[in-house]
C-alpha cells in the first residue's frame, strides 16, 4: 500500500479551512489511518473546526484503551464512537469563544484492511473507490441538495446550478450530538481509494478523477496533479486530497 496526501487554498480563497491526516502505519488498535476535513465558519473558526477535528479523532484512536482485544470486527464501531467524542468537544470548544460560535467540519475517514475499506462520514468530504476503468462514490453528501434528488425533487442536471447547492444538512461540532454515517466496502474490485474534500470533487468530473488516479507514477504525483486540476478547472475552494494505492 502507497499513500500521499495533500491540501491547498485553491485559487479563490484566502485561507485554507481544510485539513488532512493520514498514516499507512498502525495508530492505535486500528493498522491504518486516512482522514480529510473540511471546515466551515467565520473568522478562522473553519481551519479551527477541521484542525481540532482531525486532533481530537485521531488521539482518540491512538490513546484507545484495551488496544489488545479490538479485533477487525470493531473496528468500524470505533471509528463510529469516535467521531461521536469528537463532535462533542469541537461542540464544547465552539461554546468558549464566541469567535467559534457555529462552527462545524466535514469528516470522513478511513480503514484499510487485506480486504475491506471502512469509512465513517459526516458532511460532504467524499470517499471514491477506483478501478482502470471504474470509479464509484462511496459516501453519500450530507446537503440539501442531496436530499432533494434522493427525494425525487430534483434532478442531478438541476442540481448542478441549484443555490443552495452547497449547504449542509450535517456538520460536525455545529449541534451537541451528530448522525454518523458508518459504511463498509469490499475492495476486490477496487485499486485506489481516494478521499477527498468538495473543493477537488466540484471542480472535477467523476472521470476526470478516475483518469488521473490511473496514470503510470508514483502517488504523490498524482495526488499532485489532482489538485493542480482542480485549480486549472477554477480552484474556488480549499483542495484536499488524500489517495491510496491499494494494489500497486
Request: glycine residues 8%; negative net charge.
Amino acid at each position: 500500500m502507497y499513500v500521499s496526501g495533500l491540501t491547498d487554498k485553491g485559487i479563490s480563497r484566502e485561507q485554507n479551512q481544510d485539513a488532512i491526516f493520514f498514516t499507512k502505519d498502525k495508530i492505535g488498535p486500528l493498522p491504518n489511518l486516512f482522514i480529510v476535513a473540511d471546515g466551515m465558519g467565520g473568522h478562522n473558526a473553519g481551519e479551527v473546526a477541521s484542525n481540532l477535528a482531525i486532533q481530537f479523532f485521531s488521539e482518540y484512536i491512538r490513546d484507545f484503551p484495551a488496544q489488545e482485544f479490538v479485533q477487525q470486527g470493531d473496528f468500524l464501531d470505533l471509528l463510529v464512537t469516535a467521531a461521536r467524542k469528537t463532535n462533542t468537544k469541537v461542540f464544547q470548544h465552539a461554546q468558549k469563544d464566541a469567535d467559534f460560535t457555529g462552527m462545524g467540519t466535514t469528516l470522513t475517514a478511513g480503514v484499510i484492511t487485506a480486504e475491506k475499506a471502512l469509512f465513517i462520514h459526516v458532511g460532504d468530504s467524499r470517499a471514491y473507490a477506483i478501478a482502470k476503468h471504474n470509479i464509484a462514490q462511496i459516501t453519500t453528501d450530507h446537503t440539501y441538495i442531496q436530499e432533494m434528488i434522493q427525494t425525487g425533487q430534483l434532478t442531478q442536471d438541476e442540481a448542478e446550478t441549484h443555490p443552495n447547492r452547497h449547504v449542509l444538512t450535517r456538520a460536525l461540532g455545529s449541534q451537541a450530538d451528530i448522525e454518523v454515517d458508518g459504511l463498509i466496502m469490499e475492495l476486490a474490485a477496487w485499486e485506489n481509494i481516494l478521499i477527498c474534500s468538495d473543493g477537488l470533487s466540484n471542480m472535477l468530473t467523476d472521470f476526470e478523477i478516475m483518469q488521473v488516479v490511473n496514470r503510470e507514477g508514483y502517488v504523490e504525483h498524482r495526488t499532485s496533479a489532482l489538485v493542480e486540476l482542480a485549480n486549472a478547472n477554477g480552484g474556488k475552494d480549499n483542495i484536499s486530497a488524500v489517495l491510496i494505492d491499494i494494489k500497486r
